[in-house]
């Protein structure tokens, strides 16, 4: 069956009511797909967007991301407060064939029999041991009650130098809050950047009045503060987490699709059961490019992933092999992050870390496969369109800021 097949319309349910699940939607209508959908989304909320967040919406300059109103035209049943909790029927064997395929998706509340299935459930984020409150930053409520408490001389205690605690530690520091952010590793991003390059963030913690805590874990969450590895407290009147997240994909345990750090998909994005796919920040999905499974949390993967989707849902057999991109607003700084650098060999510094405008490049075997630059879109722009070709470059010339990085390909 082909579900671009007008007469056989069939029923696609897409599970995760975010940027990904929303976006699959459009898809799916705007290559005039007339079937049934329906979106089961957890939230009470219509889906919204992130990123702003913990940028414009903490600083107080809007106060809602919903990302669109005219449900009508969508013509989609938009299953709100709705958790899906299990499937029925879905048979592990593959793509392949033309068998039929289909299932059903359980929830909360009932059931939706599929054709097609999209899991697209994001990510939830992590928490701390202990019985003292603890918030996150993840959904629209965390960010507006959160908003609600930053008021100046608050000391506020963040778990965590990642990207979300690096924006919330600029936002509530704007606002007078007195931040102390404590981190694990020996520098803030070292997770997503490596430590070497992490490290030339830290000063501007310093710079904006916040407290960098490095190398020290915590042990728990306690009424009034945390509890320090090696014996330490830290008062805090309130306790942001931002440790990272975790795909939400517990509730498909024992649905006999495959589970890597994520939902396994292939370049396809199709999991390992027939007619069952997955995107966003839930899917782990075969990067042909870096030849690894490659699971991002990243917008604009959630955002263009799919296009893709949509028409391999309807019948379509294409690859989807992204250079992820990535960006973050941080202590008046623009950074941005395009490629993955697991496997490089080689990192060149391209200008001066200490100062305003600066990028970090990651080679492999001389090609350059990551770009981060810290207020230079024009060398991401360029850089992002080397890395799509698997271009080799020259380390000398990519190190100098003043040679256009579009010129710096090796001869
Ligand atoms: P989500 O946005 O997590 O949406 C999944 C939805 O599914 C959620 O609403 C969830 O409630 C729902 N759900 C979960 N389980 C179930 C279930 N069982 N049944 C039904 N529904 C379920 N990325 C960038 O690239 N740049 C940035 O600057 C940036 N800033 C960010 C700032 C913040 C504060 C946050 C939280 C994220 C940020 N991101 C950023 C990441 C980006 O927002 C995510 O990559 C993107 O939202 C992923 O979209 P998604 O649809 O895959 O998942």
């Known amino acids: 069956m082909t579900l671009a097949d007008p007469a056989r319309p069939g029923r696609i349910v897409v599970a995760g ?11 799916l209508r ?29 600083a107080g300059e809007i106060s809602d991301t919903t ?39 359980r929830t909360d509340r009932g059931e939706h029999g599929y054709d097609r299935l999209v899991l697209a459930t994001g990510a939830t984020p992590v928490a701390l041991p202990g019985p003292g409150p603890q918030r996150f930053l993840r959904t629209l409520d965390d960010a507006l009650a959160l908003r609600e408490r930053l008021r100046p001389g608050l000391r506020l205690a963040i778990v965590g130098a990642g990207w979300i ?11 007078g809050c ?15 950047l490596g430590a070497e390059v992490g490290a030339y963030t830290a000063p501007w913690y310093e710079k904006a009045g916040v407290e960098l805590a490095l190398n020290q874990p915590v042990a728990s969450v306690q009424p009034g503060g945390l509890a320090l590895a090696g014996g330490g407290w830290l008062a805090a009147d309130e306790i942001v987490t931002a440790v990272g997240v975790r795909p939400a ?22 999991t390992t059961v027939a007619g069952v796919y997955a995107a966003g920040d839930c899917a782990a999905f075969w990067s042909m490019r870096f030849n690894r499974r490659l ?51 080689q990192l060149v510094l391209r200008g001066d870390p200490a ?57």
Request: aromatic fraction near 6%.
């Open 17 to 27: 009511g975010g940027l990904a699940g929303l976006r699959t939607v459009e898809e």
């Open 30 to 58: 705007a290559r005039g797909y007339a079937g049934e959908v329906t979106l089961v989304a957890a939230e009470d909320r219509p889906p919204y967007d992130r990123p702003p967040l913990s940028k414009r919406l903490l």
């Open 67 to 105: 990302l669109r109103d005219d449900w009508a035209a969508l013509d989609v049943s938009l299953r709100l407060g709705e958790t899906a909790v299990g499937l029925d029927g879905a048979a592990a064997g593959g793509h392949g064939g033309g068998r039929e395929t289909g299932g059903v998706l």
């Open 165 to 175: 605690g690096a924006e919330l530690a600029t936002a509530a520091a704007a606002r």
């Open 178 to 192: 007195q931040v102390t952010v404590v981190e694990a590793g020996d520098a803030p991003l070292a997770t997503a």
């Open 249 to 270: 994909v517990s509730w498909l345990e024992d649905s006999g699709i495959a589970l890597d750090r994520g939902v396994a998909v292939d370049e396809q994005l199709r």
């Open 295 to 345: 699971r991002t949390e990243h917008w604009d993967v959630a955002l263009r992933a799919p296009a893709v989707l949509a028409q391999n849902l309807l019948g379509a057999a294409e690859p989807y092999d992204p250079v992820p991109y990535f960006w973050s607003e941080q202590f008046g700084r623009m950074v941005q992050y395009v490629g993955f650098h697991g496997g490089a060999d």
């Open 355 to 411: 100062g305003p405008k600066w990028s970090a490049c990651w080679l492999s075997g001389g090609v350059l496969v990551a770009l981060l630059t810290v207020g230079i879109p024009r060398d991401m722009a360029q850089g992002r369109r080397l890395i799509e070709t698997g271009a080799a470059v020259d380390p000398a010339r990519i190190a100098d800021p003043d040679i256009p990085v579009r010129a710096t390909a090796a001869d």
